[in-house]
């Protein structure tokens, strides 16, 4: 079974610093892999997926992830953070042999300082 | 623009009642799909349905039903709400698959259900 993994609950980052939250997935095959954001009292938003081909994906947002097979993951960064970056962020994984269903991981809670 | 909408944002219920949460999208999708989401749990799916009066479970379906009698309504049904029913609830579409193998699934703005 497909299962993700996001390892830190909470991270707290200054405006203007670098951000990156880490996933890491389960899945013999190659995975179709995403990360959504949900501001507060919104629904989720795709921020940027992969599906094969270049292992870095941009996304909106100034958003990028890169693919690491070897590792089995998927972090998203950003270079510099803006305070509207504040927001819960779930990486999921879909794939094939699941019916493509998506899994998600706990999700990673993101507080900007000024 | 794809649009998923909820009928509540909020509801209160008290135990044993029944509860319907409505979904409804706008752009003739297929695929309808139920989440609850839980504080460190993510999303987890409850049921999801791919044609009108089909359905499939999820990984959590116990406690729950759902409809689906037209193609751009789904609904999520508490036959019983009970107090670890308490939660958010994602309504979610998308198109069948697409030539990458997988379509994008849009979400609605979620209905956060008390059950006292």
């Known amino acids: 079974a497909q299962s993700v993994t996001q390892p830190d609950i909470h991270i707290t980052v200054s405006e203007g610093a670098s951000l990156e939250l880490r996933c890491n997935y389960s899945y013999g095959a190659t995975p179709y892999l995403f990360w959504y954001v949900q501001s507060p009292g919104q629904g989720l938003q795709l921020l940027l997926k992969y599906f094969s081909g270049d292992t870095l994906v941009q996304g909106i947002k100034g958003f990028e992830a890169e693919f690491k097979r070897s590792q089995s993951s998927f972090n998203l960064r950003k270079p510099s953070v803006h305070w509207s970056d504040a927001a819960e962020y779930f990486c999921a994984v879909a794939s094939k042999a699941a019916g493509n269903k998506l899994t998600f991981g706990g999700g990673t809670r993101v507080l900007v300082k000024p | 623009d794809v649009k998923v909408t909820q009928s509540s944002r909020y509801l209160v219920k008290r135990t044993g009642e029944k509860v319907f949460l409505e979904c409804v999208q706008d752009?003739?999708?297929?695929?309808m799909f139920w989440y609850r989401q839980d504080p460190g749990l993510g999303l987890r799916l409850i049921y999801f349905s791919y044609d009108v009066k089909m359905k499939e479970k999820g990984d959590i379906p116990e406690g729950y039903s759902v409809s689906r009698e037209k193609k751009e309504r789904f609904s999520l049904i508490l036959e019983s709400a009970s107090t670890n029913q308490t939660s958010m609830y994602l309504c979610?579409?998308?198109?069948?698959?697409?030539?990458?193998?997988?379509?994008?699934?849009?979400f609605g703005p979620g209905t956060r259900l008390t059950v006292l």
């Open positions: 979610a579409s998308s198109s069948h698959l697409g030539r990458e193998g997988y379509n994008e699934q849009f």
């Open positions: 752009m003739d999708h297929e695929n």
